[in-house]
């Protein structure tokens, strides 16, 4: 059997067909509702999964009381709708959703996301009923969206959007979170904008005019906050972390500052801002107002990937620590059913997010159940205990904030990035001067559409080389890798490490001509070990290659092709103009074809050549024998003489 014989039986088959199979109702019903998954097992080690899941549940109502009342002073609405958008859209994650520690919820980014962009349609302090409509019209659409997403299968749309891209905007938008927060640490008034410089210099112009017990509360609230976090690791503080640190840090300082405030009576004695009347009870179902639909497309679009990207990142991380894979369209239905169910309860955009996703995971959630037990936390704060929140300082909530956003502004990775690729580096200092500059929707829309050209970029340019072979193996390598890696005399081995397409084509096209395309080759093997797909542009270039090759008398040879390349080389009878006897399942074997084939080449013109000198010197010594006496001699000397000249 030749070389090839084996890979040639490949190319008798027709490539396999994919079977369609349709889904029963049961089956989609167990895809869209996880719940009907994980609540029976819910029997299974029931008394661990209860206390599990009632221990989260409490931990995280408790953090998302203060939590929801920070995040709606953010997205510069009353503090009730902080509350109402941590009613609704957790308990509808918990029946929708595939991970069982997303803690779903108003979180920084999108709430300063909502701030920028519907106010500017709406002022929020003179057009406070429009605002607050708008709001609840944009986390409508977004659910939309997202169910949109989810249903028609389109998650993976979000991983355009880079690391370097989400870490530029998310340290940005850390950064102008927690300049806007200074107002309420400072006890002043400031010019309300989305933008670092402008924050700052509105804050700069009114820093005389600081309340010196608000900034007191602020500081305190940071540190009381920052040793909860990270407690002395001293012997005698031991007790601390035993006793205390269970307990979540914002809703103790919450309670002890609303305490100090109502006691000493700082709103009226001190001029210290609070929270005020707060309306009790749960959301009443209302229609959302649909007229600023058309002009909150864009912004919706940008929280989509924001917010959809926060979730997942830190979604996947405690299911690959768990042991659990998520479904990522479903968790897009997930959040976008949240999304529109609370939009009828008066809630605003809503997310998983970073911080509380981590404080539900290890307190000890199981199942999705703990965000539900969580829901009613809220309600018990709707329904009883919202008066308490009156005499809230808002700058304990300012506090809260720049304590949770600060970890966001990390400083560190664009030198770590450099180290890595330079251009990512760049990309992240554009995407972070934009956000923070020039504007949030700008600079996330810009920063993609840079992700897509770097995709595009690195895809039109990638790696390639000559492969040599390893002594005494038949392994071949990168012969400026390799010092010991021998090319093979009159053989040329060509790997393109990407699928062939029209970005990459020309370039492919240019490396080949370059490097193969000799006067001392016989044989370009092309090894397609790293190639998975090929469109019309690059078989159009092949059939180039192929046509100024035979031109040349070399023979090109593949190696390594892959399935789905080979089957549209069968569709379009490609293996035929190159010749089946051409193709092969390893780069080894394409050597020894070559090898092959050469050396009867050269054994063939041996022969070709015998046979000519014998039928020429036949010829000479008739032709010596006619020559005049003078200048004749013996026919074999003359012609051995002449052949030694």
């Known amino acids: 059997m030749s070389t090839s014989s084996e890979y040639l039986e490949l190319f008798e088959d027709e490539p396999p067909k994919k079977k369609m199979t349709k889904p029963s109702l049961v089956a989609i019903l167990f895809s869209v509702l996880p719940i009907l998954t994980w609540f029976p097992n819910y029997k299974n080690d029931w008394k661990d999964k209860l206390l599990g899941d009632l221990r989260a549940g409490l931990t995280i109502g408790v953090l998302l009381v203060p939590q929801g009342l920070a995040y709606a002073l953010l997205a510069e609405l009353p503090v009730q709708y902080g509350l109402f958008s941590a009613f609704m859209p957790p308990l509808i994650y918990g029946l929708l959703g595939s991970s069982r520690e997303l803690s779903v919820a108003p979180v920084a980014v999108v709430s300063l996301l909502t701030s920028s962009g519907v106010s500017q349609l709406y002022d929020p302090q003179t057009q406070t009923t429009q605002y607050i409509g708008a709001t609840i019209a944009l986390s409508l659409l977004l659910g ?64 005389k005019n600081t309340n010196d017990v608000s900034l007191g509360i602020g500081i305190a609230t940071m540190v009381i906050l920052l040793l909860w976090k990270y407690p002395p690791s001293h012997p005698k503080m031991a007790w601390f972390k035993k006793y205390f640190k269970p307990f979540p840090s914002a809703m103790i300082v919450v309670i002890l500052m609303t305490v100090i405030s109502s006691q000493l009576d700082l709103d009226v004695k001190k001029n210290v801002k609070v929270v005020g009347f707060v309306p009790g009870g749960l959301p009443t179902p209302k229609a959302p107002e649909v007229k600023d639909l058309g002009e909150l497309v ?315 000198m014998s039928k020429n010197s036949k010829n000479f010594a008739e032709f010596a024998k006619g020559l005049d006496s003078e200048t004749s001699t013996d026919g074999d000397g003359v012609f051995i003489e002449m052949c030694t000249v």
């Not at 919202?386 to 030198?415: C, N, Q, S």
């Open 144 to 207: 939309l969206i997202q169910l949109s997403m989810g249903v028609f299968r389109l998650g993976f749309i979000v991983n355009f959007l880079s690391h370097p891209v989400l870490s530029g905007f998310t340290s940005a938008s850390a950064l102008i979170i927690g300049l806007s927060q200074l107002k309420h640490v400072l006890g002043i008034n400031t010019q309300r904008s989305a933008h670092v410089h402008e924050v700052l210099e509105s804050t700069f112009l009114e820093i």
């Open 298 to 612: 864009v912004l919706a679009l940008t929280i989509t990937i924001i917010g959809y990207m926060e979730s997942m990142a830190i979604a996947k991380k405690f299911a690959d620590d768990r042991g659990y894979r998520l479904d990522y369209n479903q968790e897009l239905i997930a959040l976008g059913a949240a999304n529109i169910v609370g939009s009828v309860f008066q809630t605003y955009p809503t997310t998983g997010g970073f911080s509380r996703t981590a404080v539900n995971a290890n307190a000890g959630a199981k199942t999705q159940a703990a965000g539900i037990f969580g829901v009613v936390v809220i309600a018990i704060a709707l329904l009883a205990a919202t008066e308490l929140f009156e005499k809230l300082p808002k700058a304990v909530l300012g506090a809260i904030v720049i304590i949770a956003v600060a970890p966001l502004v990390d400083v560190l990775e664009p030198y770590r990035l450099w180290k890595v690729s330079k251009m990512e580096s760049m990309i992240l200092l554009i995407t972070f001067s934009l956000t923070a500059f020039v504007g949030v929707e700008i600079g996330v829309g810009i920063s993609v559409a840079l992700s897509i050209l770097v995709i595009v970029w690195n895809a039109s340019r990638p790696h390639y080389t000559l492969e040599g072979r390893l002594p005494g193996t038949t392994v071949y390598r990168n012969i400026n890798r390799y010092s010991d890696a021998k090319e093979i005399p009159g053989v040329k081995i060509f790997r393109f490490d990407a699928s062939l397409f029209f970005a990459n084509v020309t370039m492919f096209e240019n490396k080949f001509r370059k490097r193969c395309l000799q006067d001392d080759v016989k044989f370009a093997i092309l090894d397609l070990n790293a190639c998975t797909g090929i469109d019309s542009a690059a078989l159009h270039t092949l059939h180039i290659l192929l046509h100024d090759a035979k031109h040349r008398n070399i023979t090109i040879l593949v190696a390594n092709m892959k399935g789905p390349v080979r089957d549209i080389f069968l569709r379009i009878r490609m293996t035929d103009d190159i010749g089946k006897e051409n193709f092969f399942q390893s780069v080894h074997g394409a050597v020894l074809a070559a090898q092959e084939r050469m050396a009867t080449s050269e054994e063939d013109g041996l022969e070709k050549g015998v046979l000519a």
